[in-house]
């Protein structure tokens, strides 16, 4: 694969924006939304590039390769469906859809077509939770016992009537929008859940959505993610702790505002004790998008599944939905 291959951009909002920025060698050729001007102002940073506000327009690009879908929650996967029918390989924003329903059959057609999907997942590809990922594959924490994450903001002026807090447009609150990477994340350390409880509320924020999700996942073998996601946070912030009988990882922060990207190992001595610590900090600019692009172009180049697909984002979902059902937040979208 050359500097040649095409990509268009659906939704040119801060993710449409982000994901521009971060193509590594591949070309933006095409954008689209329904708000035409955002479209043309994206284009216009990228020489050469068309606008449109006919996403089908976009898609259906013979100098297209790759689809980025970044639209809100209500589109994603009508468009990647529109992609994966017009021939691209198709990289999707979380969650994918609102529902994990609205993805059926979209890895089938996807086969069918000889396309790739990539669902953006982009929290696997920060620096510290990429280096944790490989101590705990290198058997450094021994056998994983549970991990304890909490993932939260504040919101701001009027967060209660942006299109989040439309369950028609989003498909619920917080545990739709930042959940589904914590669920991935814990999905990625631990493997399949095989136990779902948890509970959805809305505490402070005036709609009808969840500002508060509350996870307790168990896989088959019984180890366990306690998971915390909020808009009630105030100070943003991100914690996501790994425990294993050798030792323990600490990931804190994502960068910007929610702090310096930061993994303390704890290695436990022998003797126990206070723990042997080493600390990795990443005050760097956040590479996360530019990391994961580049592996779906190798995805695409070695005909490999990426790493995180449709099954990993109907999985997430399938969650999602089971903590709305039993909190009375099944919205149907």
Request: include cysteine.
């Given at each position: 694969?050359?500097?040649e291959?095409?990509?268009?951009?659906i939704?040119?909002?801060?993710?449409?924006?982000?994901?521009?920025?971060?193509l590594?060698?591949?070309r933006?050729?095409?954008?689209?939304d329904?708000?035409?001007?955002?479209?043309?102002?994206?284009a216009?940073?990228?020489?050469?590039?068309?606008?449109?506000?006919?996403?089908?327009?976009?898609v259906?690009?013979?100098?297209?390769?790759?689809?980025?879908?970044?639209?809100?929650?209500?589109?994603?996967?009508?468009?990647a469906?529109?992609?994966?029918?017009?021939?691209?390989?198709?990289?999707?924003?979380k969650?994918?859809?609102?529902?994990?329903?609205?993805?059926?059959?979209?890895?089938?057609?996807?086969?069918?077509?000889?396309?790739?999907?990539?669902?953006?997942?982009?929290?696997?590809?920060?620096?510290?939770?990429?280096k944790?990922?490989q101590?705990?594959?290198?058997?450094?924490?021994?056998?994983?016992?549970?991990?304890?994450?909490?993932?939260?903001?504040?919101?701001?002026?009027?967060?209660?009537?942006?299109?989040?807090?439309?369950?028609?447009?989003?498909?619920?609150?917080?545990?739709?929008?930042?959940?589904?990477?914590?669920?991935?994340?814990a999905?990625?350390?631990?493997?399949?859940?095989?136990?779902?409880?948890?509970?959805?509320?809305?505490?402070?924020?005036?709609?009808?959505?969840?500002?508060?999700?509350?996870l307790?996942?168990?896989t088959?073998?019984?180890?366990?993610?306690?998971?915390?996601?909020?808009?009630?946070?105030?100070?943003?912030?991100?914690?996501?702790?790994?425990?294993?009988?050798?030792?323990?990882?600490?990931?804190?922060?994502?960068?910007?505002?929610?702090?310096?990207?930061?993994?303390?190992?704890?290695?436990?001595?022998?003797?126990?004790?206070?723990p042997?610590t080493?600390?990795?900090?990443?005050?760097?600019?956040?590479?996360?998008?530019?990391?994961?692009?580049?592996?779906?172009?190798?995805?695409?180049?070695?005909?490999?599944?990426?790493?995180?697909?449709?099954?990993?984002?109907?999985?997430?979902?399938?969650?999602?939905?089971?903590?709305?059902?039993?909190?009375?937040?099944?919205?149907?979208?």
């Open positions: 694969m050359s500097g291959v095409g990509v268009a951009i939704g040119c909002g801060a993710i449409g924006r982000k994901r521009a920025q971060a590594g060698g591949a933006l050729v095409t954008c689209a329904i708000a035409r001007e955002r479209a043309e102002q994206l216009a940073m990228h020489p050469g590039c068309k606008s449109t506000a006919d996403w089908k327009e976009a259906r690009d013979p100098a297209v390769s790759i689809v980025i879908v970044a639209t809100l929650h209500d589109t994603l996967a009508e468009v469906r529109g992609a994966i029918a017009a021939g691209k390989h198709v990289l999707v924003e969650p994918a859809a609102r529902r994990a329903a609205e993805l059926a059959g979209l890895a089938e057609a996807a086969a069918a077509g000889g396309k790739l999907v990539r669902v953006g997942f982009n929290h696997r590809y920060h620096r510290a939770l990429q944790a990922h101590l705990v594959t290198s058997g450094a924490l021994g056998p994983l016992m549970f991990i304890r994450a909490r993932y939260g903001h504040g919101g701001r002026s009027g967060y209660d009537r942006e299109w989040r807090a439309d369950p028609a447009r989003s498909g619920g609150g917080e545990l739709i929008d930042q959940g589904p990477h914590l669920i991935d994340l999905r990625w350390f631990l493997g399949d859940f095989a136990e779902i409880d948890g509970f959805a509320a809305t505490y402070f924020w005036d709609m009808p959505v969840d500002d508060n999700g509350f307790l996942l168990k088959a073998e019984r180890k366990v993610a306690f998971l915390h996601a909020s808009c009630t946070e105030w100070k943003n912030m991100f914690s996501f702790e790994i425990y294993g009988r050798d030792g323990k990882l600490d990931v804190n922060g994502l960068g910007g505002s929610y702090g310096t990207e930061r993994l303390t190992y704890y290695k436990m001595l022998p003797e126990m004790g206070p042997e080493t600390i990795w900090e990443y005050p760097m600019a956040d590479n996360s998008w530019e990391t994961e692009f580049g592996e779906f172009l190798q995805d695409i180049r070695l005909q490999r599944q990426p790493a995180a697909g449709l099954r990993d984002a109907i999985e997430a979902l399938k969650i999602i939905e089971k903590i709305y059902k039993v909190s009375g937040h099944d919205h149907d979208a």
